[in-house]
């Protein structure tokens, strides 16, 4: 038996996995891709947060970055954990987040939509 699900997609600055995962890996990779390639050890988010934070908690770029570094795994998990199940597709365009899509659960339906968006590409490509 067949079951179809409606989804609809949601707008990825709205969610909990950008706020909370995607944003501070971007901005910890940032970082370590700056120390990598700069000398001095040049983190340009620590040293932002450090002017801002530093002078309440007087904590230092190397502390924030530090802490950056090993809170990384937790963005992965948070990430994983919001995107387990039937997850709600992201759309970077939030006038798309009013559309549709219709879910098929059933593995040999999954199959053929998948073959049909494989065909579509090929076509695309070959154009």
Not at 28 to 38: G, K, Y
Not at 73 to 95: C, E, H, M, S
Request: proline content about 6%; cysteine-free; hydrophobic content about 50%.
């Amino acid at each position: 038996m067949e079951s179809i699900k409606t989804i609809v997609p949601i707008f990825i600055g709205k969610t909990r996995s950008f706020w909370l995962g995607i944003l501070p890996a971007l901005l910890t990779l940032i970082d370590v891709i700056m120390r990598a390639f700069t000398e001095g050890g040049n983190e340009p988010v620590a040293s932002a947060l450090s002017s801002v934070l530093g002078a309440a908690f007087g904590w230092t770029p190397e502390q924030i970055h530090s802490f950056m570094v090993a809170m990384a795994p937790v963005y992965a998990l948070i990430v994983a954990q919001q995107r387990a199940g039937l997850a709600r597709p992201y759309t970077f365009d939030p006038k798309k987040e009013g559309q549709i899509i219709e879910v098929v659960e059933d593995g040999k339906s999954a199959f053929e939509a998948g073959k049909k968006i494989g065909e579509a590409l090929k076509r695309a490509a070959g154009s």
